[in-house]
Structure formats: structure tokens, C-alpha cells
């Protein structure tokens, strides 16, 4: 198994790249946009994965063996059946057919050719990507995982990969859904308890001590991992936090959360976006403009995204490569600035950035 190189770039997109998101046809684009640290994908009413960006192991297939990087949006060839689902991951890409079987391409099919992961033909509903590693969610409620394992990130018990889906100790059943960030996943079960594994945690499966009961939504980062109750309130613990704590000042109704590195954001029931530094005593902070009408989030490395009622979508944060979709001359904004040639998206769930994965929700 080829090596995968462990540096580690949150929220890279090069300024090609994030232009060449205006050569979409937004309104084809379906609701999920997968993005990693350097590659993109979007998944169309259509069924079919368009990406772009990094392609150093042929993560974004451009029907090719070429490994130069993407800069124009293509539409990856190879897939058996129409998508439902993408995951992108640091160097390679999965997708869900319509079918529930699981196709991928870069380092664990060796080449840009998308291939079927052996013993997932049928039952998956989707798939997390790591760093390293892919974890799928069964239709059976199981988890299975593959990939790099250096860090426990596989659940299985052990630190050794393999490109064999094996499942997670413990999660043969019982699962409604999964996240995955960089070197860890987490799993939220039917009863609404999490469990975790990898970096900085057991090679196992493991319940999170000190959380409520009955949480609906879970968002992995790769400092810090938070999580939705019934009622609309967030708990994060992590790198920052020594245990689960309930995040303060944010108001109730929250429906949604994305985090990565050092930020989370939270959107609420009446549309509007609060940010914040997880472990920091101050208060989550509106952000600017966006007070409603926003239906999806995403956190970056240093950027995040927001996607308006109207199909606008909006960044703000670092643009010192391109992350808000606007010319470099733009080297940061604290106001949320729309990203050029992206009209009529609709409802899009800008779930993941860096190495955090889709969380199904």
C-alpha cells in the first residue's frame, strides 16, 4: 500500500481551483459538496461526482492516468450506477451508487480508475473519509472501515491498515450515522449515544463519557468534535476541552454544526450562524449578514462557508489561497462575500472542509 504524505493542510484551495467552481452548472448541483484539504467534489441531481483540485494519487479522476493536479471541474468516469453520496478524503474519493455499493479512487485503488471496495457491492448508505482512512455505514446499522490505521482510526482493535472493509469493534448494529475527521470517527447511534476512535483515543470504539442523552447530530474536527441534543443545544470536548461541556450563549433550535481545527459554527432554526472557539470563554458571535436564511454550514481550516435560502453561497475568514472564492487581491474578509459564479444552488450541505467528512444527519 503506497504511503500517503501526513502533511496536513486545513482548508487548502488554490485559487484556480475555487475559481473553477464557477464552471459548474449550479443548478444541477445536488445537495452535498464534499471537500477536503486540497480536492473538491460535488455530487448532481444527476448522480454524477464533479471534482477538481489536488490529484497527486489520482484522487480526482479525470478518466485518465494522469496525476497533475485538476484545475477544471470534471465528472468523474467509471462509476457503475448513479451517486447518492461522496466522500472526499485527503487522497482519495468514495461514492455511494444508487445501488448501496461503494466505488472509490486515488491511494486505496492505487490509480485516478474508480474501483469497487471489495465486500461493499450492496447495503452501504454512506461513507466518512479521514486522513487516511474510509469507514462506511451499513443499511444493517454496522460500521466498517478501512485504510491507514496508524492511529486506531479503523475501531478495530488494532494499529495495522488494510484495504479489507473490517468492522468496528463493538458497531456491528445499531448506528444511524458516522463522522469522520482526520486521524478519528465517531459513530452516533439509534439511541443517541456517541462513540469514538482514534487519535487520542482507544483503537476501539468507545463511549464519550459525560454527554446528555439523546443527541441527534455529531460533526468530527480534528481538534475538536461537538454534538447536537434533541432539544437544540451543542456540547464539544476535545483537544481544548478536558470533558463534554455545553456550549454557552448560543440560542436554542440549533439544527446544525460543522467544526474543524479550532472553530465551530452553529445554524440555528431561524437561519441564522454563530461562531465560536470551543474550550474559549467567549461567547458564540453572530456572523455578520448572516442572521438568516442560511440552510447549510461548513468550517475550514482558517474560512468557513455558509449556503443562503436563495442558492447565494458565502465565505469569510482567510482568502490567502482562495478559500472564499474570490480574487486573491481579497486577502481576508470578516463579512461573508459570495462566492463568484456559484447562483441558484439551492439547498446545498456544505458539511465537510480540511479532512472532515459529510456527517449524515
Known amino acids: 500500500m503506497p504511503r500517503v504524505k501526513k502533511t496536513?493542510?486545513?482548508?487548502?484551495?488554490?485559487?484556480?481551483?475555487?475559481?473553477?467552481?464557477?464552471?459548474?452548472?449550479?443548478?444541477?448541483?445536488?445537495?452535498?459538496?464534499?471537500?477536503?484539504?486540497?480536492?473538491?467534489c460535488a455530487l448532481t441531481v444527476a448522480g454524477s461526482v464533479i471534482c477538481w483540485g489536488r490529484n497527486d494519487n489520482g484522487q480526482v479522476n479525470n478518466g485518465t492516468s494522469s496525476f497533475n493536479d485538476v484545475l477544471t471541474a470534471t465528472e468523474i468516469s467509471?462509476?457503475?450506477?448513479?451517486?447518492?453520496?461522496?466522500?472526499?478524503?485527503?487522497?482519495?474519493?468514495?461514492?455511494?451508487?444508487?445501488?448501496?455499493?461503494?466505488?472509490?479512487?486515488?491511494t486505496f485503488s492505487g490509480t485516478g480508475v474508480v474501483v469497487p471496495v471489495k465486500g461493499l457491492e450492496?447495503?452501504?448508505t454512506v461513507v466518512a473519509s479521514g486522513f487516511s482512512h474510509h469507514c462506511a455505514l451499513m443499511s444493517t446499522g454496522a460500521v466498517l472501515c478501512w485504510?491507514?490505521?496508524?492511529?486506531?482510526?479503523?475501531?478495530?482493535?488494532?494499529?495495522?491498515?488494510?484495504?479489507?472493509?473490517?468492522?468496528?469493534?463493538g458497531l456491528e448494529?445499531?448506528?444511524?450515522?458516522?463522522?469522520?475527521?482526520?486521524?478519528?470517527?465517531?459513530?452516533?447511534?439509534?439511541?443517541?449515544?456517541?462513540?469514538?476512535?482514534?487519535?487520542?483515543?482507544n483503537n476501539v470504539p468507545t463511549a464519550i463519557p459525560g454527554l446528555p442523552a439523546h443527541l441527534t447530530a455529531i460533526a468530527a474536527g480534528t481538534a475538536n468534535t461537538c454534538a447536537v441534543t434533541e432539544e437544540g443545544t451543542v456540547w464539544c470536548w476535545g483537544a481544548s476541552l478536558a470533558a463534554p461541556q455545553a456550549v454557552s450563549g448560543l440560542p436554542s433550535g440549533v439544527t446544525a454544526i460543522s467544526t474543524q481545527d479550532a472553530q465551530a459554527c452553529a445554524l440555528t432554526q431561524a437561519g441564522s450562524v454563530l461562531c465560536w472557539v470551543p474550550g474559549v470563554p467567549i461567547a458564540p458571535k453572530m456572523v455578520p449578514g448572516l442572521d438568516r436564511d442560511v440552510t447549510a454550514i461548513s468550517v475550514g481550516g482558517e474560512y468557513a462557508c455558509a449556503v443562503l435560502s436563495k442558492g447565494t453561497v458565502k465565505c469569510?475568514?482567510?482568502?490567502?489561497?482562495?478559500?472564499?472564492?474570490v480574487a486573491l487581491s481579497v486577502k481576508s474578509s470578516t463579512t461573508p462575500v459570495p462566492v463568484l459564479g456559484l447562483k441558484g444552488v439551492g439547498e446545498l450541505n456544505l458539511l465537510t472542509a480540511g479532512a472532515e467528512s459529510p456527517a449524515k444527519r
Open 8 to 40: 496536513f493542510l486545513f482548508g487548502f484551495l488554490m485559487a484556480n481551483i475555487v475559481a473553477s467552481c464557477s464552471l459548474l452548472d449550479a443548478e444541477s448541483i445536488k445537495p452535498m459538496l464534499s471537500s477536503n484539504g486540497n480536492h473538491t
Open 78 to 106: 467509471g462509476l457503475t450506477d448513479r451517486a447518492t453520496w461522496v466522500a472526499a478524503g485527503m487522497s482519495s474519493t468514495c461514492a455511494v451508487t444508487k445501488l448501496g455499493a461503494a466505488q472509490c479512487w486515488g
Open 122 to 124: 450492496k447495503g452501504v
Open 147 to 169: 485504510g491507514y490505521n496508524d492511529h486506531g482510526e479503523l475501531g478495530n482493535g488494532t494499529s495495522t491498515g488494510t484495504l479489507t472493509p473490517t468492522a468496528a469493534t
Open 173 to 201: 448494529k445499531g448506528v444511524k450515522a458516522i463522522s469522520a475527521s482526520r486521524y478519528q470517527t465517531c459513530a452516533l447511534t439509534i439511541i443517541g449515544a456517541v462513540l469514538c476512535w482514534g487519535h487520542n483515543l
Open 316 to 325: 469569510w475568514g482567510s482568502n490567502g489561497l482562495g478559500n472564499l472564492g
